[in-house]
């Protein structure tokens, strides 16, 4: 009676040990979104391993077979041995003597495969523990081979989450039960400042605290080459992808590719310059990214804390796009070394400040934009008598024909008589009769 009370016991507990497991297995399963399948071929790898581990063998890896089944949390290890006569054992590892394989399987012969049921009770408290660590390693490399499949397809894309955690060089950010890290030095220099939820405090010095965080997916690591204990999915608000995103979000003739960005540049929190495309002629892009009244770029102006965003309109002429990037700043004119990639550009004293913008941040933006070394000099460099405003020919160039000149970027005689009349022809859609005449003013302005 003992015995079968002892039986009973030995029975209930491996029912509950099959419950948690089973428990366990489908809540990991269910939060980490890992096919129940590879879920089945870590445990039984990590079961082998133990196994093997036991005989001080990796050889002996193959003599098992572990079935899983992630439905049920059923776990049946399999040992395979060759039976063998009583007097042929060698390696009782291998080899499975005839007289004890007749005691459970009467048509047992010499020769065949013997396979004999492991209970799990059996295994040691030494392999249980080996178990427990083999396990909770695979799965960790599961988890983030997991993560890196899901988030590796949203690179460039924006993800708004919870700042979990707050240390000296980053934040760690908790977007649907998954941790990922926003660097400090990914963070608007001065401007941005978030903290974990529960220790949410009033904005210091009238920055602007939040426990709620929007950035970009800049970057997923490798799992196998990144330290394990630290996140593999890295956040950016400074990198000039989310600013492309941002837009892509607020204006819809960006999202439905009807306006291309080209290229974008910024200082994070100071400027920024975004070179446009319109694909539709009907449509002006610096019009519609920017709406009635700012209305479309004014959210994506607050949500990087105030910083200036300079729309620009693409141009095939590089000088126009030179007096363009360099806004606000009004460009007289410009001499160009395409070979060198490198410009004289000659702007009036009194925009000379504009055109270098704060610290040289315009100047800079500028130059990167375009990719060329921009030689901002005043006017008076190149000699103000050479060249005279358009302005100046009110009374004999109609004012819709100087207007018309003055969009294009032309905002001086000799800016028009140095690029080609066909070209000038295109951009402004002014007749080509008249376009002649304008040139003949300017020219004989100069001859006198």
């Given at each position: 009676?003992?015995?079968?009370?002892?039986?009973?016991?030995?029975?209930?507990?491996?029912?509950?040990?099959?419950?948690?497991?089973?428990?366990?297995?489908?809540?990991?399963?269910?939060?980490?979104?890992?096919?129940?399948?590879?879920?089945?071929?870590?445990?039984?790898?990590?079961?082998?391993?133990?196994?093997?581990?036991?005989?001080?063998?990796?050889?002996?890896?193959?003599?098992?077979?572990?079935?899983?089944?992630?439905?049920?949390?059923?776990?049946?290890?399999?040992?395979?041995?060759v039976i063998v006569a009583d007097e042929d054992v060698e390696d009782e590892a291998r080899q499975m003597p005839l007289s004890a394989a007749l005691e459970r399987d009467?048509?047992?012969?010499?020769?065949?495969?013997?396979?004999?049921?492991?209970?799990?009770?059996?295994?040691?408290?030494?392999?249980?523990?080996?178990?427990k660590a083999r396990l909770k390693q695979q799965l960790r490399d599961l988890e983030r081979k997991a993560l890196y499949d899901r988030y590796i397809h949203m690179l460039?894309?924006?993800?708004?989450?919870?700042?979990?955690?707050?240390?000296?060089?980053?934040?760690?950010?908790?977007?649907?039960?998954?941790?990922?890290?926003?660097?400090?030095?990914?963070?608007?220099?001065?401007?941005?400042?978030?903290?974990?939820?529960?220790?949410?405090?009033?904005?210091?010095?009238?920055?602007?605290?939040?426990?709620?965080?929007?950035?970009?997916?800049?970057?997923?690591?490798?799992?196998?080459?990144?330290?394990?204990?630290?996140?593999?999915?890295?956040?950016?608000?400074?990198?000039?992808?989310?600013?492309?995103?941002?837009?892509?979000?607020?204006?819809?003739?960006?999202?439905?590719?009807?306006?291309?960005?080209?290229?974008?540049?910024?200082?994070?929190?100071?400027?920024?310059?975004?070179?446009?495309?319109?694909?539709?002629?009907?449509?002006?892009?610096?019009?519609?990214c920017v709406g009635v009244k700012g209305t479309r770029i004014r959210p994506v102006v607050e949500e990087l804390r105030g910083e200036y965003i300079d729309i620009i309109?693409?141009?095939?002429?590089?000088?126009?796009?030179?007096?363009?990037?360099?806004?606000?700043?009004?460009?007289?004119?410009?001499?160009?070394?395409?070979?060198?990639?490198?410009?004289?550009?000659?702007?009036?004293?009194?925009?000379?400040?504009?055109?270098?913008?704060?610290?040289?941040?315009?100047?800079?933006?500028?130059?990167?934009?375009?990719?060329?070394?921009?030689?901002?000099?005043?006017?008076?460099?190149?000699?103000?008598?050479?060249?005279?405003?358009?302005?100046?020919?009110?009374?004999?160039?109609?004012?819709?024909?100087?207007?018309?000149?003055?969009?294009?970027?032309?905002?001086?005689?000799?800016?028009?008589?140095?690029?080609?009349?066909?070209?000038?022809?295109?951009?402004?859609?002014?007749?080509?009769?008249?376009?002649?005449?304008?040139?003949?003013?300017?020219?004989?302005?100069?001859?006198?």
């Amino acid at each position: 009676m003992p015995r079968a009370k002892a039986s009973s016991k030995l029975q209930d507990k491996e029912k509950q040990l099959k419950q948690r497991l089973y428990a366990a297995m489908q809540d990991f399963i269910q939060q980490h979104g890992i096919p129940k399948e590879r879920f089945a071929d870590v445990m039984r790898e990590a079961l082998l391993d133990v196994l093997a581990r036991s005989e001080r063998s990796s050889e002996l890896k193959q003599a098992y077979s572990v079935i899983v089944n992630p439905d049920t949390a059923d776990i049946q290890i399999l040992r395979r041995r060759v039976i063998v006569a009583d007097e042929d054992v060698e390696d009782e590892a291998r080899q499975m003597p005839l007289s004890a394989a007749l005691e459970r399987d009467p048509e047992a012969v010499v020769g065949e495969d013997f396979f004999e049921e492991i209970d799990l009770s059996h295994l040691s408290r030494a392999q249980i523990d080996y178990l427990k660590a083999r396990l909770k390693q695979q799965l960790r490399d599961l988890e983030r081979k997991a993560l890196y499949d899901r988030y590796i397809h949203m690179l460039g894309e924006i993800i708004t989450g919870e700042v979990l955690k707050a240390t000296r060089d980053e934040l760690i950010v908790l977007h649907e039960g998954n941790e990922l890290s926003l660097p400090r030095n990914a963070l608007i220099p001065g401007k941005d400042e978030y903290i974990p939820k529960d220790t949410s405090l009033p904005g210091r010095r009238g920055r602007q605290t939040s426990s709620i965080v929007k950035a970009i997916v800049h970057q997923v690591l490798d799992p196998r080459k990144a330290p394990a204990s630290r996140p593999i999915v890295i956040l950016s608000r400074t990198s000039p992808a989310f600013l492309e995103a941002l837009l892509k979000l607020e204006i819809p003739e960006i999202y439905d590719g009807i306006i291309s960005i080209k290229k974008v540049v910024r200082i994070p929190g100071e400027r920024a310059k975004v070179l446009v495309e319109s694909y539709d002629d009907r449509i002006d892009p610096v019009g519609a990214c920017v709406g009635v009244k700012g209305t479309r770029i004014r959210p994506v102006v607050e949500e990087l804390r105030g910083e200036y965003i300079d729309i620009i309109p693409y141009n095939p002429d590089m000088k126009l796009m030179i007096s363009r990037a360099l806004a606000p700043a009004t460009v007289m004119y410009v001499d160009l070394y395409p070979h060198r990639r490198y410009a004289k550009v000659f702007v009036a004293p009194e925009e000379y400040a504009k055109a270098i913008g704060r610290e040289g941040i315009n100047v800079r933006l500028a130059q990167e934009l375009l990719g060329y070394e921009l030689d901002i000099r005043e006017a008076s460099e190149y000699g103000e008598e050479e060249d005279i405003e358009l302005t100046e020919f009110a009374d004999e160039i109609p004012e819709p024909i100087l207007k018309a000149l003055q969009r294009e970027g032309f905002q001086t005689a000799q800016a028009v008589l140095q690029f080609p009349i066909d070209e000038l022809q295109k951009r402004t859609q002014i007749d080509m009769a008249t376009l002649q005449k304008v040139y003949e003013i300017l020219q004989a302005e100069f001859e006198e």
